[in-house]
T-cell receptor, first 112, second 113 residues
């Protein structure tokens, strides 16, 4: 079945460690990809998005993601995490131009 | 301030009762969406509406119903036919800027006792 997969369900890091969260999708053709973040008790917020062009996308708060078409992947990275990055992170893909399909999410905990 | 409101924040109902969750937006957005969020399952699309008086089923529409009589409102009814209704429900809207401009509401946590 077509889907969006996030294989890391729970990631625990110390501050200043580097982060990479995996996202793979199985939809064919042109895709638009997103990473959203949900801080504890807050709304879902857009971190970054890829529509076309440069496959390395810069987002807010020092996050970036790389679209690798051959691997059907859109992994999220940050060189040095902070305690304030503790949140749940969701990868999402537009399907059929009108539906945003989410992955299962990755809970990130950063310890000082 | 423009945004999406969902009320109430917490809702409790007895098993077998229908319950309606409110979603209102003052962003003048055409498209609105309902998602259900469960631990370990992410957000799953229940229903969406791209224009007033029209809506489409998402991936998990069974046991739910919606209406879109006004542009700013997209209420979701969780019926007694929904087998596992306890969840966190998120409403979203999409602006004319397309997927650049999707906003999410604060959510309603529904607990069915």
């Amino acid at each position: 079945a077509q889907s969006v997969s996030q294989h890391n369900h729970h990631v625990i890091l110390s501050e200043a460690a580097s982060l990479e969260l995996g996202c793979n999708y199985s939809y064919g053709g042109t895709v638009n990809l997103f990473w959203y973040v949900q801080y504890p008790g807050q709304h879902l917020q857009l971190l970054l998005k890829y529509f076309s062009g440069d496959p390395l996308v810069k987002g807010i708060k020092g996050f970036e993601a790389e679209f690798i078409k051959s691997k059907f992947s859109f992994n999220l990275r940050k060189p040095s995490v902070q305690w304030s990055d503790t949140a749940e992170y969701f990868c999402a893909v537009i399907k059929d131009t009108d539906k945003l399909i989410f992955g299962t999410g990755t809970r990130l905990q950063v310890f000082p | 301030d423009g945004g999406i409101t969902q009320s109430p924040k917490y809702l409790f109902r007895k098993e077998g009762q229908n319950v309606t969750l409110s979603c209102e937006q003052n962003l003048n957005h055409d498209a609105m969406y309902w998602y259900r969020q469960d631990p370990g399952q992410g957000l799953r699309l229940i229903y969406y509406s791209q224009i007033v008086n029209d809506f489409q089923k998402g991936d998990i529409a069974e046991g739910y119903s919606v209406s879109r009589e006004k542009k700013e409102s997209f209420p979701l009814t969780v019926t007694s036919a929904q087998k596992n209704p306890t969840a966190f429900y998120l409403c979203a809207s999409l602006g004319a800027g397309g997927w650049d401009e999707q906003f999410f509401g604060p959510g309603t946590r529904l607990t069915v006792l």
